[in-house]
């Protein structure tokens, strides 16, 4: 019998890649971890969720979503990924949205879920649908924060006595009066100025 070598590469492309191929190809491609890379060759499927949610997008944000998140909720349910509804085109309109601040990390979780329960709607059509729109304002956000800070004297006494940790009750009241819209990122900032100006 002779075998072509032609037939012998045909072969070998053919061939699914190896986990060790894949590996030092992922950690080479997306200057990934080896922690991160052998997690998610460690759930069927998963890498190829992540090759295909990548495509213009942050390789590290990606994976910190899948392995966190995703691999969270996969936990609570006892899921397998294979199992889950959540498709790569799902989770790549999600970290979209989340990438182009149209929703909050605390949103784009509730959308997982969505997505994880079967939810067929787009992220678009979930943020009408709940009215999930990301308050911009820093004029609205200023007037919550200051009426938030009249309400509580004796917290904002400690904040301006050293207790630091006091910024952080007020941008957890923040967070729950505006119903999770504004970005944590600017409660805080915004709290902490309006603190800062009464010393």
Not at 105 to 114: E, G, T
Not at 128 to 148: H, T
């Amino acid at each position: 019998i002779c075998i072509s070598d032609d037939w012998i590469e045909q072969l070998r492309n053919e061939m699914p890649e190896s986990p060790e191929a894949t590996l030092e190809r992922m950690m080479t491609q997306y200057g990934l971890s080896r922690e991160d890379v052998e997690t998610m060759l460690a759930e069927p499927g998963c890498t190829a969720l992540f090759e295909q949610s990548v495509v213009g997008r942050d390789p590290k944000r990606v994976v910190s979503w899948i392995t966190s998140e995703i691999f969270g909720q996969l936990a609570y349910r006892s899921q397998r990924l294979a199992d889950s509804s959540l498709s790569a085109e799902q989770f790549a309109q999600l970290l979209d949205a989340l990438n182009a601040d149209t929703i909050t990390s605390a949103q784009a979780k509730q959308a997982l879920i969505a997505f994880m329960d079967g939810e067929q709607r787009t992220v678009g059509e979930l943020i009408k649908a709940y009215g999930w729109e990301v308050i911009s304002d820093q004029d609205e956000l200023r007037n919550i924060a200051e009426r938030l800070l009249e309400a509580h004297p004796k917290e904002v006494a400690g904040y301006l006595k050293g207790q630091t940790r006091r910024l952080n009750f007020f941008v957890g009241k923040l967070m729950q009066a505006t119903q999770g819209q504004a970005k944590p990122q600017d409660a805080s900032q915004i709290i902490k100025k309006l603190l800062e100006a009464r010393r």
